[in-house]
């Protein structure tokens, strides 16, 4: 299945896509554009850090599903993820609960200004 979510290009369910902060990039596969909202629904799939000398890649497999806006994220090269594609592929058949990652993930997401709005009274 093809969405067109820009004029620019048309992104495919399955495809994987980053979201940068600073040093951190979260790598996710798209399960749905969501068109009337302008959103992705994705599957956290890594959290790379590459702050110190050598990258630091957190596995977020086993981790809450996220919605959020597509303006923030960028397609991915096949070339940009070869070398960690052993963590965004889990073929072992076990998906268990995954704390540490679901903290480092929500962690990450909390230095995202558009994501922690205040709720309205």
């Not at 896509?17 to 992705?40: F, K, M, P, V």
């Not at 994705?42 to 086993?62: A, D, F, V």
């Not at 599903?65 to 397609?75: A, E, G, Q």
């Not at 268990?96 to 709720?119: S, T």
Request: net charge negative; proline share 4%.
């Amino acid at each position: 299945m093809t969405f067109s979510s820009d004029t620019k290009f048309s992104v495919k369910q399955g495809q994987i896509i980053c979201l940068e902060h600073d040093n951190n990039r979260l790598y996710a596969c798209i399960i749905q554009y969501i068109e009337s909202q302008q959103t992705y629904w994705i599957r956290p799939l890594c959290l790379l850090n590459t702050q110190e000398t050598k990258s630091q890649i957190i596995s977020l497999h086993g981790t809450s599903d996220v919605i959020l806006p597509k303006n923030s994220f960028r397609l991915v090269w096949d070339t940009e993820i070869l070398e960690f594609w052993t963590e965004l592929d889990n073929n072992s058949g076990i998906y268990e609960d995954n704390p540490i990652g679901r903290a480092e993930l929500h962690g990450f997401l909390k230095k995202f200004p558009w994501l922690n709005r205040q709720p309205l009274n």
